[in-house]
């Protein structure tokens, strides 16, 4: 049995400053099945941890109401 996927992406979110907590709409199986990056303004790319560096809060009917919220950072200042 072969099983499809496709890679969904939310964003590219910018940072205000104050923004913490940022929607994805898409439906997922586990907090694991996400994944973050953050790019500077010279266009690197730094993958980040999850629960380390960011937290993935899912809905709880992910075929209702798929998606959820990454929260980053964790703890600290929000991206400028």
């Known amino acids: ?17 104050v923004t913490t907590v940022f929607p994805f709409a898409f439906k997922v199986f586990a907090k694991t099945d996400v994944s973050v990056a953050v790019v ?20 709880a009917d992910q075929n209702a109401n798929p998606g959820g919220n ?3 950072p964790i703890s600290g200042t929000a991206l400028p």
């Open 40 to 59: 500077d303004s010279q266009g690197n790319q730094t993958a980040l941890t999850l629960d380390s560096d960011y937290s993935v809060a899912l809905n």
């Open 70 to 72: 990454i929260t980053y």
């Open 1 to 17: 049995m072969t099983i499809s996927s496709t890679t969904r992406r939310a964003g590219p979110f910018a940072g205000n400053g």
